[in-house]
Every structure is written in structure tokens, then in C-alpha cells.
């Protein structure tokens, strides 16, 4: 389609990363990737996600996939020097509290080609973060923001846990 100087007829970008697009495709043939999940590989920018959707009508389920692609395929990558290399990933989940966040991150574990990470992200359940507004409101804080406060640095101290700690452990970092 670049050859032949159609792919801006169809909606494609005029000037499509078919390097990427090569990379991409030999990395997730074998998994049953998204059309999505390939197809943002030709992009540069969310802008250009934008405009294929204005050419063909994708879903908006396509779209937001395209849009996270592009957007974190170079910044949310897997932790170098930490045991757990899924943590980057699994941080963003937890942090994002999109319904489908963990779906967008398993494609863009397929995008980035990284096999043994993807098959464990498929087995991982996101774990509930034990402690609410009401547990906060039992030990005598009234606030909202407060609670907002606290709320956000309990979850952080979860986070670090590898959400390991349960609701008593997180309300003994609680300052009364």
C-alpha cells in the first residue's frame, strides 16, 4: 500500500513506520494480537489514531487501545533492575482503575514482544485494595480530604508491599 502510494486513501499515515510495523508484527503473530495492537505500530503520535478513527469508524474500544499503544508503548516498560519486572505494569493497573487496564497492558505486552511477562500478566487477578473511606471514618477522621489523603498514601505503602499487606497492617500507618 506504501508502494503503491494508497495507504492515505484508506486512512493509514502518509509517512507509516513500517520498520516498527515489521519489528511489531514478528513479535506478536503467535498471540493472536488486536488489529489494533499492529496497526499502532505504524503510528507516530496520537493524533494519527485519531485520525484513522475518523476515516474508518473504528470502535471506541479500538480507538482507546490505539491511543494507549502509542502513548506508553516508550515509557511503561518492564522493571530492569527489580525481581519483579511485572511491577511497572502491574502499578499502572491498580493506579489507572480502568475496567479493561488489563487487557490494554497485555496487548502492549505483545507490541513489545515480551512472551514470559505476558503469560504471566494473563494469570494475574488485580487484587482489591483492603482499605476504604469507612474503615478511615471508624477511627474517627471526618474529613474528605483528609481521607482522600490518606487513602492515596496507604495505597502507596500497599503498592510497595506488592499488595501483600491486608487492611490491619495498612491502618497501623495511619497516624490517629
Not at 473504528?58 to 508503548?73: A, C, D, P, T, W
Not at 493497573?93 to 480502568?98: G, K, L, M, N
Not at 505483545?110 to 505476558?118: A, F, N
Request: net charge neutral.
Amino acid at each position: 500500500m506504501y508502494d503503491l502510494d494508497v495507504a492515505q486513501y484508506i486512512g493509514l499515515p502518509v509517512e507509516g513506520n513500517l520498520v516498527e510495523l515489521n519489528r511489531v508484527w514478528k513479535h506478536v503473530q503467535k498471540w493472536s494480537p488486536k488489529p489494533m495492537t499492529v496497526l499502532s505500530a505504524l503510528l507516530r503520535a496520537t493524533e494519527e489514531v485519531e485520525k484513522i478513527d475518523l476515516r474508518l469508524k473504528i470502535s471506541k474500544e479500538e480507538k482507546n487501545l490505539g491511543v494507549f499503544l502509542v502513548k506508553y508503548r516508550r515509557d511503561l516498560l518492564k522493571a530492569e533492575d527489580e525481581s519483579d519486572c511485572l511491577k511497572p505494569y502491574r502499578d499502572f493497573i491498580i493506579d489507572s482503575r480502568e475496567p479493561d487496564a488489563q487487557h490494554k497492558v497485555c496487548e502492549l505486552l505483545k507490541y513489545q514482544g515480551e512472551e514470559q511477562l505476558l503469560a504471566e500478566m494473563e494469570k494475574w487477578s488485580i487484587p482489591r485494595f483492603p482499605v476504604s473511606g469507612h474503615d478511615l471514618r471508624k477511627m474517627g477522621i471526618s474529613s474528605g480530604k483528609e481521607i482522600g489523603t490518606i487513602l492515596q498514601n496507604l495505597r502507596e505503602i500497599w503498592k510497595k508491599s506488592r499488595y501483600q499487606m491486608d487492611k490491619e497492617e495498612l491502618l497501623n500507618n495511619v497516624k490517629s
